[in-house]
């Protein structure tokens, strides 16, 4: 089984838009990184920015986004939807790579266009990770608390994973 991107938390963001990176998050892109040697220190791994989501950035491992590529190219070319997923998802997004300080450069556009400012919030979401201004993150987790206390609050998740085929959880 792989790793996941799990957790959260902040990091300092400097002038020049380095920030770090959860260890954690380091080890996932490694290993999601068909490319990357760990035996050869001069190529750090590969992953993909993609910037095309309301308040948040979102970071996919390599692997992650050939999954993507793959459901974007299956859909008809020259659809309506096909060219909307491609606007939002190849468009808007960029290759990143961590510096020997476990360090990216969020670019000041981006700094700029999702507010974030000082700090940054990384939070795991399994298979992919987001990166948040604070404010714009707690506004979210604001709404993800409603939407729980909609299902029954936390005793209401297990309803949630019913819903999921092969939870376990169903009757």
């Known amino acids: 089984m792989k790793r996941r991107f799990r957790g959260e938390s902040v990091h300092k963001v400097d002038q020049k838009g380095r920030v ?20 050869n220190k001069d190529r750090a791994a590969t992953f993909v920015l993609i910037y095309g ?7 996919y491992t390599m692997e992650g986004m050939e999954e993507i590529d793959e459901m974007i190219s299956a859909l008809p070319r020259f659809s309506d939807r096909r060219r909307i997923a491609e ?3 190849n468009t808007k997004s960029m290759d990143a790579q961590v510096d020997d300080n476990g360090r990216i ?16 919030v990384f939070a795991g ?25 909609e ?10 994973f019913a819903m999921i085929e092969g939870s376990g959880s169903g009757s």
Do not use: C
């Open 105 to 120: 450069i969020l670019p000041a556009k981006l700094r700029q266009e999702f507010e974030i400012e000082g700090e940054a």
């Open 53 to 59: 989501f309301k308040g948040r950035i979102e970071g």
């Open 20 to 39: 770090s990176v959860p260890a954690s998050f380091r080890r996932v892109i490694e290993e999601g990184d068909p490319d990357w040697d760990r035996d």
């Open 125 to 149: 979401m399994g298979d992919h990770f987001q990166i948040w201004s604070p404010t714009a993150y707690d506004a979210d987790n604001a709404g993800i608390a409603e939407k729980m206390d």
């Open 151 to 160: 299902h029954g609050g936390l005793d209401g998740m297990e309803s949630l």
């Open 87 to 89: 606007r939002l998802i």
